[in-house]
């Protein structure tokens, strides 16, 4: 499994909201799609996989508020969408 986690977000920023996830636990994902949209006061940032796969679980929910280096949910590397 590989850990999806909330990047750095910028030099003082040390949270975010999550605004949407753009895809479901089950989706086969590509490396370098989008999985989820963040948002702070400042900007909106979109997280990528960082390896191809499925997104086998979401962490937290579209509302939550996280921090920097957080699990946002588990990718299971090279599986196929079911």
Do not use: Y
Not at 24 to 34: I, K, L, S, T, Y
Not at 66 to 77: I, K, M, N, R, S
């Amino acid at each position: 499994m590989t850990a999806i986690k909330v990047p750095q977000l910028g030099e003082s920023i040390v949270e975010a909201t999550v605004s949407r996830w753009l895809k479901h636990e089950g989706d086969a994902v590509a490396e370098g799609d989008n999985l989820v949209e963040l948002e702070t006061d400042k900007i909106t940032v979109e997280v990528p996989a960082l390896a191809s796969g499925v997104l086998k679980k979401r962490a937290v929910n579209e509302g939550d508020v996280v921090t920097v280096d957080q699990l946002l949910g588990e990718l299971e590397e090279g599986a196929s969408a079911a």
